[in-house]
Nanobody
Framework: QVQLVESGGGLVQPGGSLRLSCAAS????????MGWHRQAPGKERELVAT???????DYGDSVKGRFTISRNNAKNTVYLQMNSLKPEDTAVYYC???????????WGQGTQVTVSS
């Protein structure tokens, strides 16, 4: 059994920053790609950022230059540092981790990020 626990969401003013964390626990034999997705009301879920086990990163066009994804393999944790936040970043953010031995994708429960003055 694998569980992902997210933290760090909340309400922030435009231009502010937040840091999201997602920790995996349970029976884990290796972690491959880790990532973050988000879903705003009335919109489809979209990719925010991914990071491979070789620390290669990729970002959605709307967050490039503002968000940074990182990982701590010893803690089975992925982070998302979000700077210069905009109202259009408001969404529920979900972490997604590919975990062995079966190399399945697991999802976090989601954390709300609201950017508003």
């Amino acid at each position: 059994q694998v569980q992902l626990v997210e933290s760090g969401g909340g309400l922030v003013q435009p231009g502010g920053s937040l840091r999201l964390s997602c920790a995996a626990s349970g029976i884990i034999f290796g972690i491959n790609v880790m990532g973050w997705h988000r879903q705003a009301p009335g919109k489809e879920r979209e990719l925010v950022a991914t990071i491979t086990n070789r620390d290669s990163t990729d970002y959605g066009d709307s967050v490039k230059g503002r968000f940074t994804i990182s990982r701590n393999n010893a803690k089975n944790t992925v982070y998302l540092q979000m700077n210069s936040l905009k109202p259009e970043d408001t969404a529920v953010y979900y972490c997604n981790i590919n975990i062995g031995p079966r190399w399945r994708d697991y999802w976090g429960q989601g954390t709300q990020v609201t950017v508003s003055s």
